[in-house]
């Protein structure tokens, strides 16, 4: 359902040229979103805006790939978890500061999505997405069976540390500020891709294919760049969640992590710059709060996704696009 859902689902971004009143108004609400980021601490608990935080990261870096490159992965979840083990255990057991321990981290998932991208790109289509859903799996395998990731324990009790040796993040509001910034370069980076002349081309081939490929495009040495690029990304949120949460187990790896990232991005608007954020708030909000009905919010989770299928396949942020006429 979710690959007939991204097929038919038009891109906003497609569908709504950016002039540049446009871009001045994205302008506006990354101010906003910044203003945001600021107050938000001040009324909401902040464990709960670190973890909205990092899977908006994740769903953006998803998007990334979906939205604008038009690939369609079913195993992102092997790239955020695989992040967050390297980031929890070098913080654990080697005692890295948590700066160097979410590179580590991310640079692990960056170094798997060139592996796993290298492979999965040489098929299209439902092809891709299962290749890249086998992979995951591997993944997920590897972590339940190798010592270093303590099995269906995780790595637990992990120290958040000092920032640069300097800055204690046990404080939950200072870790805050950390997860805060690099949200917010990662979302500034993503758009900077999306606008760039890598970004054009990208649209190019999610649109037509066969004739980028007239044009002279290396059509499969971008595909592998954004791939790479969405699972860096992918992997800087899965190695901050390790170091707010202090832990990394099995559930960020496992292939249902995958398909809600792939909820999140649909959610809240495939092909928009906004629309993971707002998914990624409104499918952790859901989790957060509807916890005591248990298993029940699964349930709760896909009513809301076939009803943003069948009334507004564009997504919140995209439908609000649409009304207004302005790329979001």
Not at 124 to 142: E, P
């Amino acid at each position: 359902m979710a690959d007939t859902a991204a097929l038919d689902a038009a891109p906003i971004a497609a569908a709504l040229p950016e002039s540049r009143d446009d871009k001045a108004l994205q302008r506006k609400i990354f101010l906003g979103l910044a203003v945001l980021l600021v107050l938000a601490p001040l009324v909401l608990y902040p464990v709960y805006l670190m973890k909205v935080l990092c899977f908006a990261l994740f769903a953006l870096a998803f998007n990334l790939l979906l939205g604008y490159g038009g690939l369609l992965s079913f195993g992102h979840a092997a790239y955020f978890g695989m992040a967050s083990y390297l980031s929890a255990y070098s913080a654990k057991m080697w005692g890295l500061t948590p700066e160097v321990a979410i590179l580590l981290g991310t640079a692990t998932a960056a170094l798997l999505g060139l592996v796993f991208g290298a492979l999965a790109i040489r098929r299209q289509g439902i092809y891709f997405s299962m290749i890249t859903l086998a992979l995951a799996q591997m993944a997920f395998f590897f972590a339940l069976q190798a010592k270093f990731t303590g099995g269906e324990d995780g790595i637990q009790a992990v120290p958040r540390g000092a920032l640069f040796g300097a800055i204690p993040l046990d404080d939950d509001r200072v870790m805050y500020a950390l997860v805060a910034m690099v949200f917010f370069f990662g979302m500034l980076a993503i758009y900077r891709i999306i606008h760039s002349p890598f970004g054009q081309v990208l649209k190019a081939i999610r649109d037509n294919e066969n004739r980028a490929v007239s044009l002279g495009y290396r059509v499969n040495q971008y595909k592998l760049a954004v791939f790479v690029l969405s699972a860096t990304l992918a992997g800087l949120a899965g190695a901050t969640k390790a170091i707010v949460f202090q832990l990394a187990s099995l559930t960020d790896v496992h292939w249902s992590m995958s398909g809600e990232v792939v909820l999140m991005t649909l959610v809240g608007g495939m092909g928009t710059v906004f629309g993971p954020i707002v998914g990624a708030l409104v499918i952790v909000t859901m989790e957060t709060y509807l916890a005591q009905f248990g298993a029940w919010v699964t349930v709760i989770q896909g009513c809301v996704f076939v009803l943003c299928v069948l009334l507004f396949r564009e997504g919140v942020v995209g439908l609000i696009a649409r009304m207004l006429r302005k790329p979001l």
